[in-house]
């Protein structure tokens, strides 16, 4: 069973950045692919960024792509989401997930989910 914790979200103005973190309780977090997804109210949960493994392939929701970084640690078990010229549009619950299917951009995919961390963004 993987257990993760969000944190670093927050109230941000229109332009700023926020740094989000997801630390995993599992030793073999190498092993899965990582993911961070928003959900806000009344919209469907969405795929923001997914990330297989260090150096390798990242993918981007095209809403986020070129403002958006995803990033692991695996010594730390760590996934972040450094988030630069957020948008109003941006504020949702923002979630990690972790998976072991190849099918990195199923949202069914993904067993393990963490309980969210709240991003707001003023304009």
């Known amino acids: 069973q993987v257990q993760l914790v969000e944190s670093g979200g927050g109230l941000v103005q229109a332009g700023g950045s926020l740094r989000l973190s997801c630390t995993a309780s599992e030793r073999a977090f190498g092993r899965y692919a990582m993911a961070w997804f928003r959900q806000a109210p009344g919209k469907e949960r969405e795929l923001v960024a997914a990330?297989?493994?260090?150096?390798?392939?990242?993918i981007y929701s095209d809403s986020v792509k070129g403002r958006f970084t995803i990033s692991r640690d695996d010594v730390k078990n760590t996934l972040y989401l450094q988030m630069d010229s957020l948008k109003p549009e941006d504020s949702a619950l923002y979630y990690c997930?972790?998976?072991?299917?190849?099918?990195?951009?199923?949202?069914?995919?993904?067993?393990?989910w963490g309980q969210g961390t709240q991003v707001t963004v003023s304009s």
């Open positions: 990330i297989i493994w260090i150096g390798g392939s990242a």
């Open positions: 997930a972790a998976t072991r299917a190849l099918g990195v951009r199923v949202t069914a995919n993904y067993n393990y």
